[in-house]
């Protein structure tokens, strides 16, 4: 039987000139060595793999971070700290805290360049990697819709009306139930203490994104470094991973198995049960 909520929590890292604090969602046997580390989105928090780490948990311990500026995790002063170096020594810390040689990766959006940095890594603690609609070439028309949104710092007179801006910026996680963004919101749209309600993350972790280019050199460099197992699963109306890219992440480096998911577009959830079996059968796959 699987808990319905997960434990909360943390780990000190270091960043230049001081220290923050890293929070991430325990589900499971704390024990357990068979680790999967799930990582969020841009904007999102841990929570958002509620559903998946609840089915995991019964085989697996789940470990969800909330990264930098998000959910629970310290916001830092020096708003350039929030990049994916940071976030790649960051998990680098809580994978050494929780006391395993390796994890399996699965990384959605940001989560999976963190995963794909550090799996190029000599040495990477990743036993396998999931990237969920990301890869070493981003798009350019879904860079710009990012940009235009990321760091907003709307204010909602309720849960509903937050809701409601969710289900508008994330119209490409494709077709939900009501219970199903609920979920997803439930940890975005939080009550602050002059009761209004905000999106739960520091609005600078746009700063960084916004200053750099969007034709960003592709990280092929590195998506070849990659030695251990790896899956990429493509939202099939992507507007941030091309076709193109996701098919020439199948032919070199690590040679990606490939999963689209019909009637999304940027990202699958892995809420709904056929995207949550995708991930089971990503674990069970041979090395």
């Known amino acids: ?134 890869g070493p070439v981003l798009t350019l028309d879904g860079l710009s819709r990012i940009r235009d949104y990321v760091g907003a710092d709307p204010v909602f007179a309720s849960f509903e009306e937050g809701e409601a801006r969710v289900r508008e910026l994330a119209a490409g996680f494709g077709p939900l139930t009501d219970a199903q963004w609920r979920l997803l919101t439930r940890h975005t749209v939080v009550r602050r203490d002059d009761g209004t309600w905000r999106l739960h993350y520091d609005p600078r972790i746009a700063e960084p994104f916004r200053q750099m280019p969007l034709e960003a050199p592709p990280l092929w460099p590195l998506y070849d470094r990659i030695a251990c197992p790896t899956w990429v699963v493509r939202g099939a109306e992507s507007d941030l991973l091309s076709e193109a890219t996701a098919e020439e992440m199948t032919r070199r480096g690590p040679r990606a198995h490939r999963v689209d998911v019909a009637g999304v577009g940027h990202a699958p959830t892995f809420i709904p049960d056929d995207q949550i079996a995708i991930v089971e059968r990503f674990l069970a796959a041979p090395a």
């Open 1 to 134: 039987m699987t808990a319905a909520e997960p434990e909360l929590r943390s780990v000190t890292c270091a960043h230049p000139g001081g220290l923050h604090r890293l929070a991430y969602w325990q589900w499971g046997d704390p024990d357990n060595p068979s680790v999967v580390m799930c990582v969020h989105g841009l904007t999102r928090t841990g929570r958002d793999f509620d559903a998946l780490a609840q089915r995991l948990s019964a085989r697996h311990r789940v470990v969800c971070p909330d990264m930098i500026g998000r959910g629970a995790s310290d916001r830092v002063a020096d708003p350039m700290l929030y990049q994916v170096p940071q976030y790649v020594a960051d998990c680098v810390t809580l994978i050494a805290r929780l006391d395993v040689p390796s994890v399996a990766w699965v990384g959605t959006s940001m989560g999976g360049l963190i995963g794909l940095l550090l799996a190029s890594l000599d040495g990477a603690p990743l036993a396998r990697l999931l990237l969920n609609d990301v």
